[in-house]
């Protein structure tokens, strides 16, 4: 065997060991991850919105009150933190949100949430003791939603925009909940 093809086969042989050791240690790449990511677009003239997301599942269980308690912060899906990133100035709530990348965290009440964007970027949701890894001091706007209940259950957790009236809104939907966040974007013509 001449040296050459000795040398590809000692070089894939080790990117074959480096790929096995970083599905075992840092994350399994064959397996289906229990809360998949996922990425929400919405475009509309010079306006670009992108949410990032994981999104666990019901699977019977008792969701908000539960499994999100009541009153404390909640990274707002699974796994990595949620962002929520606008190309353009928005307003919410008429609280000005410049262009940029946020995080975005959810404080579920039973009637109300607190919805927040936060400049701060994680790169998770929890830390070790499973508390949100969100710093107060960074929050850009905490606007608070009224919630409605849906007569049909979301199995899996589900964030969209809603421009269906003609008026944005950024919806997150699980279980029998929704909240609607009004995001107001003036297009210059």
């Known amino acids: 065997m001449n040296s050459f093809l000795k040398r590809v086969l000692i070089l894939l042989s080790v990117v074959a060991i480096g790929l096995f050791l970083y599905s075992v240690f840092v994350e399994n790449l064959f397996a289906q991850r229990l809360s998949p ?16 997301y994981n999104r666990p599942f019901k699977k019977d269980r008792e969701i908000f009150g539960g499994l999100v308690p ?26 000005p949100l410049e ?7 959810t404080v579920p009440k039973d009637t109300v949430w607190n919805v927040i964007f ?5 790169k998770w949701g ?8 969100w710093d107060p001091n960074y929050d850009v706007i905490n606007v608070e939603v009224p919630v409605q209940k849906l007569d049909n259950y979301v199995e899996q957790f ?5 421009n269906s009236t003609d008026n944005l809104f950024l919806t997150l939907a699980w279980d029998n909940v929704k909240v609607a966040v009004p995001l107001k974007y003036s297009s210059v013509k």
């Open 37 to 52: 990511k996922d990425t929400v677009e919405y475009k509309l003239n010079d306006l670009k919105l992108e949410v990032f």
């Open 70 to 95: 009541y009153n404390q912060v909640w990274r707002t899906g699974a796994n990595e933190a949620t962002t929520f990133e606008t190309n353009k100035a928005l307003a919410i709530e008429g609280m």
């Open 99 to 105: 262009a940029g990348k946020y995080t975005l965290w």
């Open 118 to 122: 936060n400049s701060k970027q994680y």
């Open 126 to 133: 929890v830390n070790a003791q499973m508390q949100p890894m």
């Open 158 to 162: 589900t964030i969209g925009f809603d």
